[in-house]
């Protein structure tokens, strides 16, 4: 019997047919239904997401302050059984980096959602084993860093970060998912960053959009932003 070419290899086996073109949707399932799985394996009912800059060094003020943002929460959050706040990051280097390390100083897990580049993105060291998805696209990324997210913590970034922010700026504003505490880290880095008052000026945004965000300099008084979010029902007055 001659040996059997691809056409004979089961569905889910053949590499080659799983990425030709018209089985994106097959895909595009597929990253959406292993991470969900993955994480309801480990009891991961919530987390808490942290963005910023994949270029900020080690041992920087910014990098030290996603470091200890991420012990605070670590440390108050995870009960083996039921595990809250899980720290998510884009599990790359910098601030996301400095996230995942936090959460590995006081032996708490983490996630990471990594991402397929052009140029080589491995995934840091501080992610938990298990925990650390690597995709194909950037839509059922994002969709993964919200759908458990209860905060959002933006350290100064580029694109990806402002990006990243503004798709969940957005999706707040338009009611598309629950309010959640969305925190600017580094007050004086965003407000050089971003114009919000020209938005509000120029009748791009209404004011009370602002309210979608608070500022912050310091890992405390995030969580305590955060914590007082969810205790009281909002931002405090």
């Known amino acids: 019997m001659a040996e059997p070419d691809d056409s004979y290899l089961k569905a889910f086996e053949d590499v080659a047919f799983l990425n030709r073109e018209e089985l994106r949707p097959v895909r595009l399932q597929l990253e959406l239904l292993k991470p969900e799985i993955i994480q309801n394996e480990h009891q991961i009912h919530s987390t808490i997401v942290v963005f910023g800059s994949a270029r900020t060094a080690p041992l920087t003020p910014y990098y030290e302050e996603a470091r200890e943002f991420a012990r605070i929460v670590s440390s108050t959050c995870q009960l083996k059984e039921r595990r809250e706040y899980v720290i998510v990051t884009g599990g790359g280097p910098g601030i996301m980096e400095a996230a995942n390390r936090g959460a590995h100083d006081v032996n708490a897990i983490s996630i990471g959602l990594n991402i397929t580049l052009p140029f080589e993105q491995l995934p840091n060291p501080y992610v938990t084993p298990g925990l650390c998805f690597q995709f194909r696209y950037f ?85 305590d932003l955060i914590s007082h979010f969810h205790q009281k029902g909002g931002w405090p007055s």
Request: hydrophobic share 50%; aromatic share 12%; charged share 25%.
């Open 139 to 223: 839509a059922i990324r994002k969709m993964h860093f919200l759908m458990r997210a209860k905060a959002l913590v933006a350290f100064p970034g580029g694109f990806g970060t402002l990006d990243e922010l503004f798709e969940t700026l957005t999706l707040v504003q338009t009611r598309k998912v629950e309010a959640l505490p969305i925190i600017l880290f580094g007050r004086s880095f965003w407000e050089k960053a971003i114009s919000w008052d020209l938005l509000v000026e120029q009748g791009m945004i209404a004011p009370g959009d602002k309210g979608l965000f608070r500022y912050a300099d310091r890992a405390r008084d995030a969580w």
